[in-house]
């Protein structure tokens, strides 16, 4: 049985940039970029890069971690989002979904005070 899907995926072809950078990574820019794909309690998972956007990456975390620590961007984490090179010459595009988790400390978990005896008036016992 072979079935066809007529599935396009995206590509840097069909998508424009949603950012240009000017030879030097931007990070409040990209901060902002990411912001403005944020709703609803979700966020993007993913930051395509091209060749030079990644280039600029690597600049840009080599002048705070050193050299050495950046020989690749793959398991690389951006500002919450998986760095992801792709192979064209200039591209910046966030995509993908995640949900938002917001942190609870112990005491926020903690159930509501109650009275005990006036508690204890309400409850229906089987």
Known sequence: MNTQHDITFPDSATLT???ELDGTWNTAAVSELIRSKCEFGETPAFLFLGKKEASLLRE??????GAESV???RDTYYMGLEVVEIEVESFVYTGGRKAVRT????????PAWRDRDTEAMWQLRI
């Open 17 to 19: 940039a949603e950012l």
């Open 103 to 110: 942190l609870q400390d112990p005491i926020a978990r903690r």
């Open 60 to 65: 840009h975390l080599a002048r705070a971690f």
């Open 71 to 73: 020989t690749t961007l």
